[in-house]
């Protein structure tokens, strides 16, 4: 099992971030998946669950407002997306698909 998160780098304060992460080793239809983020000295936290049809999702309080998240079974991807990127949105987005964790990607703000 592969689970490859892409997509990181350097965001302006105001900006938009697109992350995907991609799987393989899997049966990608039958998986739940999560997006995380882990910001500089905190904890891991969850940002959003897609079920496996992607049809039922949930995306956490914090970032209601500003994050979509989607995923493509026919391709084994999925998608999150950040408007009005904030210096709180910096660290380590990871995915995880069932059981499996990619190595994260690294978003870091400008100034």
């Known amino acids: 099992v592969q689970v490859v998160e892409s997509g990181g780098g350097l965001v302006q304060p105001g900006g938009s971030l697109r992350l995907s992460c991609a799987a393989s080793?899997?049966?990608?239809?039958?998986?739940?998946l999560g997006w995380y983020h882990q910001a500089p000295g905190k904890e891991r936290e969850l940002l959003a669950t897609?079920?496996?049809?992607?049809?039922?999702?949930y995306v956490s309080d914090s970032v209601r407002e500003r994050l979509t998240v989607s995923r493509d079974n026919a391709k084994n991807t999925s998608v999150l997306q950040i408007k009005n990127f904030k210096p709180e949105d910096r660290g380590m987005y990871y995915c995880?698909?069932?059981?499996?964790w990619g190595q994260g990607t690294q978003v870091t703000v400008s100034a």
């Open positions: 995880r698909v069932g059981l499996s």
């Open positions: 080793g899997v049966t990608f239809s039958t998986l739940g």
């Open positions: 897609l079920n496996r049809s992607g049809g039922d999702t």
